[in-house]
């Protein structure tokens, strides 16, 4: 999953515009420290999550989602359509007199945010999911691998007894492994307990543990709220939308530009 700070490119905004964290892509073992690295950044800001990923792992979707709400964010199933600099650009000047690296356009059509993704989801503070986003879940997929280590040992005889002096680890590899597609009780528990630490009802669990891993099972806007899931009917633009910047007092999460910022 890949975490960029973004402002908004929406015509008119300016000199006060919003901001927000893009994360996009799938949660890996990795996602949780780069999040961290990216909230390091941010100093004291809270700007809204607007993630569209199709899971991934389902701990590292947890340890995101308790930083999330740690820091009393707010999230979005949503995309980023970026202008001017892309992310994959280096050295890209585009955006230089835009008071951003990156400048974008936040919108549901065509967001997800599937498996293990509504763990994470679940961390916001307010959690909205517009009515082009989908939202679903399915049976957690659990691979164990089996691995064979290569020792070198060195042995010393005392009073006629072989003792080990030394061991040392030459290898490893892969001798095979296999998936399970059913639940255990254990991360049951585990899931349970987070989702109730959210304030988000266990249904979801068991949303999740009647859908075959291979299938998965959209969550209605209306159903989302009665599990709690969402906190309000709506959209990424309840967060991201220049509205948010013209209430008084404006939104948190934006943030004033100008060219004397430039000088």
Not at 163 to 176: A, L, M, Y
Request: aromatic fraction near 6%; glycine fraction near 10%.
């Amino acid at each position: 999953m890949q975490f960029f700070v973004v402002r908004s490119g929406q015509p008119g905004c300016e000199p006060t515009c919003p901001e927000w964290v893009s994360a996009e892509g799938t949660i890996v073992d990795e996602s949780p420290a780069r999040f961290k690295k990216l909230l390091k950044s941010l100093g004291d800001r809270r700007l809204p999550i607007v993630v569209t990923s199709p899971g991934g792992d389902v701990d590292a979707a947890l340890a995101i989602g308790r930083m999330i709400r740690a820091r009393k964010l707010d999230v979005a199933v949503g995309k980023t359509r970026f202008v001017g600099c892309q992310p994959e650009e280096r050295d890209c000047r585009a955006n230089d007199d835009k008071g951003a690296r990156h400048v974008g356009i936040a919108y549901s059509g065509e967001a997800y945010c599937n498996s293990a993704c509504p763990l994470m989801f679940a961390g916001g503070t307010r959690r909205v999911v517009g009515e082009w986003a989908f939202l679903g879940v399915h049976q957690i997929t659990t691979t164990y691998v089996q691995m064979e280590t290569q020792y070198r040992m060195k042995y010393r005889v005392v009073n006629g007894k072989k003792k080990v002096t030394s061991k040392k680890v030459v290898g490893r590899r892969n001798v095979g492994g296999y998936k399970t597609y059913e639940m255990s009780k254990a991360t049951e528990r585990k899931l349970e307990a987070y989702l109730t630490d959210m304030g988000v009802d266990r249904a979801v669990v068991n949303l999740m543990k009647v859908t075959p891993a291979t299938d998965i099972r959209k969550i209605e806007p209306v159903a989302m709220l009665e599990m709690k899931l969402t906190t309000k009917l709506g959209g990424v633009e309840l967060l991201t939308s220049i509205e948010v910047c013209r209430t008084v007092p404006a939104a948190g999460n934006c943030r004033v530009f100008t060219s004397v910022d430039l000088e």
